[in-house]
């Protein structure tokens, strides 16, 4: 059995908690998240939840910062020609404006250099620094590049052009010969905060020199611009980003700042209280656009403009772009599925490596980003021009791609990046000999377990915990991002009142829910089509983000639908396996066996069995649980959804036998000549055998004191119910029969699910696929028909006995099981 995804409560201090939750007079829920993001004080809970730039670390504690700053002083003072080097994402465009901004302001007049993506790739190049000396720069400062740039590096001194490098990207022991270099990550640096983004440090470069000169800083025109840099840039919102960020968040509609203004009325965010979400996702990509297609540099006139037409024209320009791109990436797309779903075979391949002619290079990532996310599994795009392609990649959370990619580095003309992302350019004939090593090193680290999405839950909640109070002391907690995610919560065993698809192609589902004698209004975005498998009655749970709706003036609480299991369907049907599986394990219960007496066994007393053998499975090995009944599977399976990944890691759950050889193992409807039972330490016998020749057999089979029953008085209940699901009685054979002859035809092919829906409606039976079977099983051996079952259709040829009567309870198999069904 396998699951297409898992939920995992985080396992969170109680202790720590209670603490913060009694000291600072917020709720448990809020506490708990708090613990879970990392917060173990009080006074940690208190920065976290109001920061102030008060809490932002002294910019002199960077190495090199002291240098720097000297340095610019004396550009300052002899009116030099100063150059900033930035880069083309949203990063680089923030750093270089924030820059620009302050030293015109501090009387430089700077010039800056972004470089073309398409034709000059990331980060310094010699030809740029050319270009930079020719038009007599004497200063260059780059900002979030230039820590790996040691050729660069040594032309600028051999150039007499000094160089002072600001970056924060990972860097080694050796750095490039520059005048200075300011990085969090230097293994010599001793700054208290590693996950500035690079517009991160070009603000404490900003802030130092603030402090050296005695110049005030404009936080409503920069501290905006840090924070759509730093949550463009996706680093850590915790620490000194957290500060930037919920500060910048604040003062963005106070900006002075033309290019914010102009970005947020063409992205209709001018009457909005921006999120971190907008950020990432509405102004984020304007920004990259522009980068992506070869215009970055507009970004940064966007954000120094000193003219609102300017501005606003700049800005429709990026929006436009933005629109192009979406355009270019929906047929990227499109084609990239093609790709997959025609020449990969995902049940091989754990590593998608799909490449198409002339795929715009500077969209892939996104592309690569959705193909992960659709497949549930690492991604790498590649886009061929010439003999030449460059690629993107980017992961899941188990696999750490740049270290994949790492031992495949000989195969790269150019390759970088990170644990979930890289970018690499390779010769297009190696293409293939990348797609089959990456498997291979696939295959030696990642388990099918790996490629199951694990969604991640601060806590398990109940009505009491959905109040306005609540949500108001969650607020707090934004903005969110890596590493401080919004809250995702696990309310269980709501009952479905309503629901339906709304929006364009119904996307979107709308639902109203009941937990604990309350409903709730719900709204599940990108969700519609989960409305084909639910009923109003199911009993589901649901992982939510509770919200404050606002309509009308009017708030209520609404839950925002992440993720939905049904618990409880009230249209109870049975899986085809199943009753194939539970066929071979009584027929399998016939089979000879050296019966014992007086067999030793342990027999569990306590109510709550579900909670028990899930405890068993998850803390210790070598457990062996046996489960008959269908209904105690799903209890079972719905427990287990909400363990986490590890959990199946390490437990089989299997039809008949044990099919891994994982440490534990559950085993349904089992065929106990085909286990090897004494491999395992303890055997739990979760509920009844519908035969009870396999519990002798059982007993046969364990060592003493090995085996736990722990069967109850309902299990008698429920293996009647599963045998009405599947034994046809005389009459439901007769009606099955009668239809056949209708047909007038000797040999006719049935369509199975058409058949069961119309013989079900006209004669009200209770037919499924499993009972059907069985029926024609013992039509067969009664010798009125012969039959063949293939796939969807069954082929039925109907034999000519007319005048021979046929005594349908004298059939084995139907004696077999009427009996089985009368003897519970």
């Not at 465009?93 to 302050?102: A, C, K, P």
């Not at 102004?283 to 120094?304: D, M, Q, S, T, W």
């Not at 000999?433 to 839950?457: F, H, P, Q, S």
């Not at 059982?698 to 029953?709: A, R």
């Amino acid at each position: 059995m396998r699951f297409d995804k898992v939920i995992r409560v985080i396992d969170s201090d109680n202790q720590k908690s209670e603490i913060i939750k009694n000291k600072l007079g917020i709720s448990h829920l809020t506490s708990r998240i708090l613990v879970n993001r990392g917060i173990g004080s009080c006074e940690e809970a208190q920065i976290f939840l109001n920061p102030t730039l008060n809490n932002l670390h002294s910019p002199f504690l960077l190495k090199d910062m002291d240098k720097s700053v000297a340095r610019i002083c004396k550009a300052i003072e002899e009116d030099e020609d100063v150059w900033i080097y930035g880069d083309y994402d949203v990063d680089g465009v923030t750093s270089t404006s924030i820059l620009m901004l302050f030293l015109n302001h501090i009387g430089l007049a700077p010039k800056f250099y972004i470089p073309d993506r398409m034709s000059e790739g990331y980060g310094l190049n010699q030809k740029a620094l050319e270009y930079i000396k020719d038009q007599g720069g004497q200063l260059i400062i780059t900002v979030d590049c230039g820590i790996t740039s040691f050729d660069e590096a040594k032309f600028c001194k051999d150039n007499n052009l000094d160089i002072i490098i600001t970056d924060h990207h990972q860097c080694k022991e050796m750095l490039p010969d520059a005048y200075s270099v300011i990085n969090p990550n230097r293994q010599d640096c001793n700054y208290p905060f590693k996950k500035l983004a690079g517009v991160g440090v070009a603000f404490k470069l900003i802030q130092a020199l603030s402090i050296t000169l005695e110049a005030q800083i404009d936080y409503s025109e920069i501290l905006p611009i840090v924070a759509i840099g730093t949550v463009a840039d996706v680093v850590s919102l915790t620490g000194e980003n957290r500060v930037i960020v919920k500060n910048g968040l604040k003062l963005i509609h106070q900006s002075s700042n033309l290019g914010i203004k102009s970005l947020l009325e063409i992205t209709s965010l001018k009457e909005k209280e921006v999120t971190s979400g907008h950020i990432g996702f509405v102004i984020g990509p304007r920004i990259n656009a522009g980068g992506r297609i070869g215009l970055a540099k507009h970004g940064v006139e966007l954000f120094i403009s000193n003219c609102a037409k300017k501005a606003k024209s700049i800005a429709q320009n990026l929006d436009d772009e933005n629109n192009k791109r979406q355009i270019i990436e929906q047929r990227i797309m499109k084609e990239a599925i093609e790709v997959v779903e025609k020449d990969i075979d995902l049940k091989k391949e754990k590593i998608i490596v799909a490449a198409g002619e002339n795929w715009h290079h500077g969209v892939i990532g996104i592309v690569s980003s959705r193909i992960t996310e659709k497949y549930r599994r690492p991604s790498i795009l590649i886009s061929i021009e010439g003999n030449e392609a460059r690629g993107s990649a980017r992961s899941i959370s188990s696999f750490d791609i740049y270290n994949g990619l790492s031992q495949c580095k000989d195969l790269f003309i150019k390759f970088g990046g990170h644990e979930q992302a890289a970018g690499l350019s390779i010769d297009k004939d190696n293409i293939p000999i990348l797609r089959d090593r990456i498997n291979i090193i696939a295959d030696e680290l990642l388990t099918d377990e790996d490629l199951i999405t694990e969604i991640i839950v601060d806590s398990e909640i109940t009505s009491n915990d959905i109040t306005k109070k609540v949500i108001d002391e969650l607020n707090l907690i934004k903005p969110y991002g890596i590493d401080n995610p919004g809250s995702q919560l696990l309310l269980k065993g709501c009952k479905v009142k309503s629901f339906k698809g709304i929006g364009k192609d119904e996307k979107h589902l709308k639902l109203t829910l009941e937990n604990k004698n309350v409903e709730y209004a719900c709204i599940g975005f990108n969700l519609g089509k989960l409305s084909a498998s639910l009923n109003a009655g199911d009993i589901i749970d649901v992982v939510v983000s509770l919200e404050i709706n606002e309509y009308m003036g009017k708030e209520t609480i609404q839950l925002n639908i992440k993720d939905i299991n049904i618990v409880k369907s009230i249209k109870e049907e049975i899986e085809d396996i199943y009753f194939s599986s539970l066929i071979k394990s009584i027929k399998n219960s016939t089979v000879n066996y050296n019966q014992q007496k007086n067999k030793n066994f342990n027999l569990y007393e306590d109510k709550d069995r579900l909670h028990f053998i899930c405890k068993a499975l998850k803390d210790e090995t070598g457990i062996l649980v046996l489960i008959n009944n269908y209904f105690n599977l799903q209890e079972i399976l719905n427990l287990i959804r909400l363990q986490g990944r590890n959990f199946i890691k390490k437990t089989d759950i299997s039809y008949s036998f044990n099919c891994t050889a994982k440490e534990n193992c559950i085993i349904v409807n089992p065929i106990l000549d085909k286990i090897n039972i004494n491999k395992y330490t303890k055997v739990f016998l979760y509920d009844l055998f519908f035969d009870t020749r396999n519990m002798n057999k059982l007993f046969s089979y364990v060592e003493d004191k090995k085996l736990m029953i722990l069967s109850k008085q309902i299990d008698i209940n429920l293996n009647k119910k599963i045998l009405d699901f599947l034994v046809p009685t005389i009459d439901d054979l007769r009606v099955i029969y009668k239809s056949f002859l209708n047909s007038r035809e000797n040999i006719f092919k049935v369509d199975i699910e058409r058949y069961i829906t119309s013989i079900s409606q006209k004669n009200c039976l209770m037919l499924n696929k499993s009972k059907l079977k069985l029926a024609l099983e013992i039509l067969n051996e009664s010798q009125l028909l012969d039959y063949k079952l293939d796939n969807k259709d069954c082929f039925i040829k109907m034999n000519n006995i007319t005048s021979k009567k046929v005594d349908i309870s004298s059939v084995e198999t139907f004696n077999y099981y009427t009996q089985l069904k009368n003897n519970i």
